[in-house]
Nanobody
Framework: QVHLVESGGGLVQPGGSLTLSCVSS????????MGWYRQAPGKERELVAG???????NYADSVKGRFTISRDDNGRTLYLQMNSLKSEDTAVYYC??????WGQGTQVTVSS
């Protein structure tokens, strides 16, 4: 069993920045994939950014150039740096420890 706890969400104005954190009870280097997902009201959950155990990263087209996924050297914390936030980034953000472990989510609201 892997427990994940996200934090760092909140209310931010358009153009602002937030950094999300996901602390894992198990080493994130032991899974082949960690990802940040988001789900907006009335929409399906979507992959925002992912990182493999080898360090390969991928991003949704909608966030490329604005979001950066990274991990701590201790192998326990996953981050999502979000810059130039837009109203359409408003959602609950979840981290996932492949293949099936999810955090509880953290709300990100982008509004003036």
């Amino acid at each position: 069993q892997v427990h994940l706890v996200e934090s760092g969400g909140g209310l931010v104005q358009p153009g602002g920045s937030l950094t999300l954190s996901c602390v894992s009870s198990a080493s994130i280097l032991e899974t082949n994939f960690m990802g940040w997902y988001r789900q907006a009201p009335g929409k399906e959950r979507e992959l925002v950014a992912g990182i493999t155990n080898y360090g390969s990263r991928n991003y949704a087209d909608s966030v490329k150039g604005r979001f950066t996924i990274s991990r701590d050297d201790n192998g326990r914390t996953l981050y999502l740096q979000m810059n130039s936030l837009k109203s359409e980034d408003t959602a609950v953000y979840y981290c996932k420890y492949a293949p099936r472990y999810w955090g509880q989510g953290t709300q990100v609201t982008v509004s003036s």
